[in-house]
């Protein structure tokens, strides 16, 4: 599975963002399909995970203001980020793999490049 992430950009505090991540390579709908972020000076961490079945996963701190959604036909999943912190600042990472509940980074097969995430204040 290759993985291409986009989206990523400057906004401002309270501003809403939409990554963007298409596979390709082996069956899509079969892999459950996360979102990382690694701040600066930061390990990477865990954001959101929607399973092959929908379902949906949340780290604590995005629940409430982050949507993470998946279009097998199109073999993309996306992360509507709303209601945007400066805290929020990293390079967001798609993943896959295959694991219905999985969120930590060694459950994932496959890795996107990354897009960068900036909020300011």
């Known amino acids: 599975v290759q993985l291409q992430a986009s989206g990523g950009g400057l906004v401002q505090a309270g501003g809403s963002l939409r990554l963007s991540c298409v596979a390709s390579?082996?069956?899509?709908?079969?892999?459950?399909m996360g979102w990382f972020r690694q701040a600066p000076g930061k390990e990477r961490e865990f954001v959101a995970s929607?399973?092959?079945?929908?379902?949906?996963y949340y780290t604590n701190s995005v629940k409430g203001r982050f949507t993470i959604s998946r279009d097998n036909a199109k073999n993309t999943v996306a992360l509507q980020m709303n209601s945007l912190k400066p805290e929020d600042t990293a390079v967001y990472y798609c993943?896959?793999?295959?694991?219905?509940?999985?969120?930590?980074?060694?459950?994932?097969?496959?890795w996107g490049q990354g897009t960068l995430v900036t909020v300011s204040s």
């Open positions: 993943a896959a793999g295959p694991l219905a509940t999985a969120t930590m980074e060694n459950e994932y097969n496959y």
């Open positions: 390579g082996r069956t899509f709908s079969w892999y459950t």
């Open positions: 929607v399973s092959w079945s929908g379902a949906t």
